[in-house]
């Protein structure tokens, strides 16, 4: 069993599941009715929602009446978008103003919500290759600095956090949260001549691991 921390009544319990948020099926129900501040993406005024509104996606707009005239704004899409943009040097980055979720920045068009850094690019460099999204150089994720911008790969992406070292599960050698070793020992166990058995022993990992880290195969990220 493991223990976890109520988000709703911050009271200690045990589970079998390692990530668990709520003690209880009443603590999750009253966790949807928390309140939510947010701005208004089309008028601008701060209003109040229920969370468990954001299960269906972001919640952009105050009211029917402002949801209704933004989804119907006609104005060109370049107008719309620039002036939720602060935009600052050549090389800084351009916070987007307008409305966001998990940290980037989001748009209404057509009856859809888009992302602003795509559009961003799209509106400065053109379409974007089928199959292909858009990364930031800068590690900021409301920028929409198109000079911050580039066409590239889920897989490029990922491999740009791991080398920037950026984001918690991607962290590597001793930075992982589940590493159990750190450099120092690594090393001793890749210039060591013991047995692999004893080695795995003394240092409480499996066989595999050791001869995978004397290869070189795990751990990369330190030079051998």
């Given at each position: 069993m493991k223990s976890h921390i109520c988000?709703?009544?911050?009271?200690?319990?045990?589970?079998s599941r390692s990530v668990c948020k709520f003690c209880s099926q009443s603590c999750y129900t009253e966790s949807l009715k928390r309140r939510i501040s947010k701005e208004?993406?089309?008028?601008?005024?701060?209003?109040?929602?229920?969370?468990?509104?954001?299960?269906k996606g972001p919640v952009l707009f105050c009211s029917r009446a402002c949801y209704e005239s933004g989804r119907l704004d006609r104005r060109p899409l370049e107008d719309r978008f620039w002036e939720k943009v602060e935009k600052l040097g050549f090389d800084d980055c351009w916070i987007w103003q307008g409305a966001k979720a998990q940290g980037y920045g989001k748009i209404w068009l057509s009856g859809s919500v888009l992302g602003a850094h795509r559009v961003s690019y799209e509106i400065v460099h053109g379409p974007i290759p089928e199959d292909m999204q858009i990364n930031h150089k800068c590690d900021v994720r409301d920028c929409v600095n198109p000079n911050h911008l580039y066409?590239?790969?889920?897989?490029?992406?990922?491999?740009d956090m791991i080398e920037r070292?950026?984001?918690?599960?991607f962290k590597p050698g001793e930075?992982?949260?589940?590493?159990?070793?750190?450099?120092f020992q690594v090393m001793m166990i890749r210039a060591s001549?013991?047995?692999?058995?004893?080695?795995?022993?003394?240092?409480?990992?499996?066989?595999?691991?050791?001869?995978?880290?004397?290869?070189?195969?795990?751990?990369?990220?330190?030079p051998e």
């Amino acid at each position: 069993m493991k223990s976890h921390i109520c988000q709703q009544c911050a009271k200690p319990f045990k589970r079998s599941r390692s990530v668990c948020k709520f003690c209880s099926q009443s603590c999750y129900t009253e966790s949807l009715k928390r309140r939510i501040s947010k701005e208004c993406s089309l008028c601008g005024i701060e209003f109040e929602f229920a969370a468990s509104y954001q299960k269906k996606g972001p919640v952009l707009f105050c009211s029917r009446a402002c949801y209704e005239s933004g989804r119907l704004d006609r104005r060109p899409l370049e107008d719309r978008f620039w002036e939720k943009v602060e935009k600052l040097g050549f090389d800084d980055c351009w916070i987007w103003q307008g409305a966001k979720a998990q940290g980037y920045g989001k748009i209404w068009l057509s009856g859809s919500v888009l992302g602003a850094h795509r559009v961003s690019y799209e509106i400065v460099h053109g379409p974007i290759p089928e199959d292909m999204q858009i990364n930031h150089k800068c590690d900021v994720r409301d920028c929409v600095n198109p000079n911050h911008l580039y066409v590239g790969t889920a897989k490029e992406n990922t491999q740009d956090m791991i080398e920037r070292n950026r984001g918690g599960l991607f962290k590597p050698g001793e930075l992982h949260h589940s590493a159990k070793l750190n450099n120092f020992q690594v090393m001793m166990i890749r210039a060591s001549s013991e047995r692999t058995k004893d080695l795995a022993l003394a240092f409480g990992i499996n066989p595999d691991h050791v001869t995978r880290l004397q290869r070189v195969e795990r751990w990369k990220s330190l030079p051998e």
